[in-house]
């Protein structure tokens, strides 16, 4: 089965990655803290989305704004899993990678949004006919 433009794209697959790892720090907050972990999971779940919109997209200014807002999303996972860590609110043995992918997703978007959308196989077929007259 071939890939879609945001499968083939190494940063959106991290970001699957921060995903599961984001749910299982989620579901070890202790009682009394699921509104930490309710953001952490719509967070961490806008990542992926919102990558997958801008590889969509064939124009580099559109799918730069879904790379930005990806952006976003992956800045504030790493902020929520920086006070899960502070509060002593993950598993003990929360992964290394939870700490570090955020930064590295944030990383990876941040050349995306300077240089607009990945290579594209094809583009879509021009609907505008032009017609000279002599």
């Known amino acids: 089965m071939p890939l879609l433009a945001d499968q083939k794209l190494d940063v959106y697959r991290r970001a ?19 509104f930490l972990a309710e953001e952490l999971n719509r967070a961490a779940l806008s990542i992926p989305w919102n990558i997958a919109k801008g590889a969509g ?12 807002i990806a952006r976003g ?14 509060l002593q609110l993950a598993l003990e043995d929360t992964p290394r ?3 570090e992918l ?6 990876m978007l941040t050349r995306l949004c300077r240089r607009g959308d990945p290579p594209r196989e094809s583009a879509p077929e021009s609907t505008t006919t032009t017609t000279t007259t002599t």
């Open 16 to 34: 699957i990655e921060f995903l599961a790892l984001a749910s299982q720090i989620a579901m070890s907050a202790p009682r009394g803290n699921s």
């Open 57 to 68: 997209r064939f124009g580099a200014p559109d799918g730069a704004r879904f790379y930005s």
């Open 73 to 86: 999303s992956a800045l504030e996972c790493k902020a929520i899993v920086d006070a899960f860590a502070v």
């Open 97 to 99: 990678q939870a700490m």
């Open 102 to 107: 955020p930064t590295r997703i944030v990383e």
